[in-house]
């Protein structure tokens, strides 16, 4: 049974590197589906983040001078990193297998204060 399970640092100053977790059970990351980083800040519409697939990344356009989206294979796990962080920054980030069919996390939910 896959799952998926984020896991963050809960609280982030401003300025500060934002680095989120998605560790992966039932499946490997190695597969050939889009793996994929969602946020939702609060009382705002869910924004597509980036994927990795394979060794391949794409990141949001309008957020790619702060993301990066790697992978430990050993570990079975993707991880986003989001720099130079501002209140704007906080959301639920979530992680995803797959578009359609889709597999969510359960989320994480991150707060960066001013």
């Known amino acids: 049974q896959l799952q998926l399970q984020e896991s963050g640092p809960g609280l982030v100053k401003s300025s500060q590197t934002l680095s989120v977790t998605c560790t992966v059970s039932g499946d490997s990351i190695t597969t050939n589906y889009y793996w994929s980083w969602i946020r939702q800040p609060p009382g705002q519409e869910l924004q597509w983040l980036g994927y990795i697939r394979n060794t391949n990344t794409y990141v949001t356009p309008s957020l790619r001078s702060r993301i990066s989206i790697s992978r430990d294979t050993s570990k079975n796990q993707f991880t986003l990193q989001l720099t130079s962080v501002t209140p704007e920054d906080t959301a639920v980030y979530y992680c995803?297998?797959?578009?359609?069919?889709?597999?969510w996390g359960q989320g994480t939910q991150v707060t960066v204060s001013s």
């Open positions: 995803r297998q797959g578009v359609s069919p889709a597999y």
